[in-house]
C-alpha cells in the first residue's frame, strides 16, 4: 500500500520561504520519478516540479523556475520542495504525487495535499 503525506504547508508573507515534504511508504520509493503539482481556488491543478528517481534530473514549470528546488532523500524516503521568493499567486494546495513506471505523464499515487497561503 503506497501513502504520500505531505506537510510544511502555512501563511507566509510575499517574499518568503517554505519547505514542503513528502513522506512516502511502500517499497521501491527510489524507483519511482516524483512530483509536486498544485491546485488553486477555481483553478485546474498544474505541474510543478518532478524529480527522477536518479536524482540527477529535474524538471519545473515556468512559473517557478528559480524560486523553487525540489529534491529527495530516497533512505528516508521523502521528497522536498523549497519554495523561496514567495509570491501571492503561489497560493495554492500542493499535492506531492508518485509518477507511473509504465507512463512518463500518469501520476498514480498522490497526497492529500497541504495549504500554501502567500500574503501580499
Known amino acids: 500500500q503506497v501513502q504520500l503525506v505531505e506537510s510544511g504547508g502555512g501563511l507566509v508573507q510575499a517574499g518568503g520561504s517554505l519547505r514542503l515534504s513528502c513522506a512516502a511508504s511502500?517499497?521501491?520509493?527510489?524507483?519511482?520519478?516524483m512530483g509536486w503539482f498544485r491546485q488553486a481556488p477555481g483553478k485546474e491543478r498544474e505541474f510543478v516540479a518532478a524529480?527522477?528517481?536518479?536524482?540527477?534530473?529535474?524538471s519545473y514549470a515556468d512559473s517557478v523556475k528559480g524560486r523553487f528546488t525540489i529534491s529527495r532523500d530516497n533512505a528516508k524516503k521523502t521528497v522536498y520542495l523549497q519554495m523561496n521568493s514567495l509570491k501571492p499567486e503561489d497560493t495554492a494546495v500542493y499535492y506531492c504525487?508518485?509518477?507511473?513506471?509504465?507512463?512518463?505523464?500518469?501520476?498514480?499515487?498522490w497526497g492529500q495535499g497541504t495549504q500554501v497561503t502567500v500574503s501580499s
Open positions: 504525487a508518485r509518477r507511473s513506471l509504465t507512463s512518463t505523464t500518469i501520476y498514480d499515487y
Open positions: 524529480i527522477n528517481r536518479s536524482v540527477g534530473s529535474t
Open positions: 511502500g517499497v521501491f520509493f527510489s524507483s519511482y520519478t
